[in-house]
Structures are given as structure tokens and as C-alpha cells.
């Protein structure tokens, strides 16, 4: 059983930066694939990045490449999410996912899930 707790959302103006944590319970981290989600209001939840469990590996969603970094500290059981350049469109709540594989993009690769943070940013 893992539980997450995602925190650090907030509003900012658009070109400005938001650094999301997510803090993980349990002594297994290390070995759990850990992915970040968003959902926007009336739209899908959608990926947005994943670090794999031997963090020699991530992926991004297009449209966040170069503007977001994915990062993880198994000895302090959190991953993190760094958001730069940040734009209205990427306005939603962000949820972090653990999950028993190496990496993943898709949500029901996921196992565990946090209960998210609110992220809006301004134009």
C-alpha cells in the first residue's frame, strides 16, 4: 500500500513557475514507477510526465517538453514535479500516481493515486 500526498499547487501568472511535490508512504518507493496527471475542468485527466522506478528514464507529454521536469528523491520517499514558463492552458489539478512497473504514460498503469493539487495559472 503506498499513499501519496501531492503538494505546492497554487496560482501563478502565465511565465511563471511552480515546483510540485508529492510525498509517498511507505518502504517500497524506490521500486514504484512514479508518474504526474492532470485534469483540467470538463476535459480527461491526462498524462503529463513519468520517471521510472531506476530514474534513468522519463517521458513528457509534448506539449510540456522543455517547460517541465520530472524528478525523484527515493531517499525522501517524494517525486517532484519543476513547471517553468507555465501558460493558462496548463491550468488544472495535478495528481501524482505510483505504479508496480518500470514507466508508464497511461493512467491505468497506475496504482495508487494522490488526492491532487490545484494549479491555475492566470494569463
Known amino acids: 500500500q503506498v499513499q501519496l500526498v501531492e503538494s505546492g499547487g497554487g496560482l501563478v501568472q502565465a511565465g511563471g513557475s511552480l515546483r510540485l511535490s508529492c510525498a509517498a508512504s511507505?518502504?517500497?518507493?524506490?521500486?514504484?514507477?512514479m508518474g504526474w496527471f492532470r485534469q483540467a475542468p470538463g476535459k480527461e485527466r491526462e498524462f503529463v510526465a513519468a520517471?521510472?522506478?531506476?530514474?534513468?528514464?522519463?517521458y513528457y507529454e509534448d506539449s510540456v517538453k522543455g517547460r517541465f521536469t520530472i524528478s525523484r528523491d527515493n531517499a525522501k520517499n517524494t517525486v517532484y514535479l519543476e513547471m517553468n514558463s507555465l501558460r493558462p492552458e496548463d491550468t488544472a489539478v495535478y495528481y501524482c500516481?505510483?505504479?508496480?512497473?518500470?514507466?508508464?504514460?497511461?493512467?491505468?498503469?497506475?496504482?495508487?493515486w494522490g488526492q491532487g493539487t490545484q494549479v491555475t495559472v492566470s494569463s
Open positions: 520517471i521510472s522506478w531506476s530514474i534513468d528514464s522519463t
Open positions: 500516481a505510483a505504479g508496480v512497473l518500470w514507466i508508464g504514460v497511461r493512467a491505468h498503469e497506475y496504482t495508487y
Open positions: 511507505g518502504r517500497t518507493f524506490s521500486s514504484y514507477a
